[in-house]
T-cell receptor, first 116, second 111 residues
Framework: AQTVTQSQPEMSVQEAETVTLSCTYDTSESNYYLFWYKQPPSRQMILVIR??????QNATENRFSVNFQKAAKSFSLKISDSQLGDTAMYFC?????????????FGQGTRLTINP | DAGVIQSPRHEVTEMGQEVTLRCKPI?????LFWYRQTMMRGLELLIY????????DSGMPEDRFSAKMPNASFSTLKIQPSEPRDSAVYFC?????????FGSGTRLTVV
């Protein structure tokens, strides 16, 4: 079974700093996808960034980028020039595809606070 | 595109009552997931469907929980009878390899 581990329950940084959230996963599959989701206090789940396992190039979306280390099964999220609006819970997610059916599993989340 | 629509947004019910949560996925999405979110347990995958067929319901906590997807545009999660420990936010999500879109969730409180 696939498992996703986020080892940092909480993090706090100053506005404009760079912060990295860690995520590791366990799988025996070679074809899968990884995501980071953000959940602000509004509780809405918002897709931040995605990564295909077959791509070596790390995904980037504006201030958000990932460091995908397939051999180490690591998928960290870097937020550059952090803003107050980045304050939220961040969830790492693993998507497997088994016999055509997709299964999406989440880590426990990291609560990120950006301080002014 | 109205996104994934869940109803109701809030539900307060008494212990022992039946509760039905509803979800309308985004048109064209073949996969649908139900999650439960609590402070203690985080986001738990309850059940997921592919092309309206339940694939894995091993995350459903007890027989009191059941889910259906009678067609591609509608799914329900039912709890009968409800208990206070079922209090949580329940999310529905639909999508594919490009990412999953979540509904706004239903906050269920069982008193």
């Amino acid at each position: 079974a696939q498992t996703v581990t986020q080892s940092q329950p909480e993090m706090s940084v100053q506005e404009a700093e760079t912060v990295t959230l860690s995520c590791t996963y366990d799988t025996s599959e070679s074809n899968y996808y990884l995501f980071w989701y953000k959940q602000p206090p509004s509780r809405q789940m918002i897709l931040v960034i995605r990564q295909e396992a077959y791509k070596q190039q790390n995904a980037t979306e504006n201030r958000f980028s990932v460091n995908f280390q397939k051999a180490a099964k690591s998928f960290s999220l870097k937020i550059s020039d952090s803003q107050l609006g980045d304050t939220a819970m961040y969830f790492c997610a693993f998507l497997s595809i088994i016999q055509g059916a997709q299964k999406l599993v989440f880590g426990q989340g990291t609560r990120l606070t950006i301080n002014p | 595109d109205a996104g994934v629509i869940q109803s109701p947004r809030h539900e307060v019910t008494e212990m022992g009552q039946e509760v039905t949560l509803r979800c309308k996925p985004i048109s064209g999405h073949n996969s649908l997931f139900w999650y439960r979110q609590t402070m203690m347990r985080g986001l738990e995958l309850l059940i997921y469907f592919n092309n309206n067929v339940p694939i894995d319901d091993s995350g459903m906590p007890e027989d009191r929980f059941s889910a259906k997807m009678p067609n591609a545009s509608f799914s329900t999660l039912k709890i009968q009878p409800s208990e206070p420990r079922d209090s949580a936010v329940y999310f529905c999500a639909s999508g594919g390899v490009y990412g999953y879109t979540f509904g706004s969730g239903t906050r269920l409180t069982v008193v």
